[in-house]
């Protein structure tokens, strides 16, 4: 499944939405949706606020499942690869978003999108969990 979002922070909860009705149909799909929630929410967030890109680009998201996994993909024209902060003080009100990827993905990344500019980031979310 896949569709376009507007940078735009509503379109988190458009992604959220649109992923809880795809988990409906996959097989196991309910015991991921607590953790692709979060990573899906994270990854839209980050390419709502950080990509540096010129007004009216779009995101697209792209979920697939495949063996008790699921595969998150948030396609963005900026081609800044994302960095984890570290450290991150309990008092900043940012920065933990990829820390949380991290944590719930069994494996994550960053990759050139083939099709032109940008960057496609990607999590695989399985029953599992992360690190």
């Known amino acids: 499944m896949a569709f376009w979002l507007p940078r735009h922070r509503k379109s988190v909860g458009e ?11 996959v097989p196991g799909g309910v015991d991921l949706v607590d953790s692709c929630e979060v990573v899906v929410s994270e990854l839209v967030t ?8 010129p007004r009216g680009r779009r995101i697209a998201v792209r979920f697939e499942s495949a063996s008790g996994h699921l ?7 900026s081609s800044e690869k994302p960095a ?9 009100s940012s920065g933990r978003g990829l820390r949380l990827v991290e944590a719930l993905s069994v494996e994550w990344g960053c990759a ?15 029953p599992e969990g992360g690190e």
């Open 46 to 53: 980050n390419a709502v606020l950080h990509a540096r890109v």
């Open 71 to 77: 595969r998150i993909e948030v396609h963005d024209a």
């Open 15 to 25: 992604a959220r939405w649109q992923l809880q009705n795809f988990l409906r149909d």
């Open 84 to 92: 984890i902060r570290r450290p991150v003080s309990p008092d900043d």
């Open 112 to 126: 050139p999108r083939p099709e032109g500019i940008g960057k496609i980031v990607w999590a695989l979310v399985g």
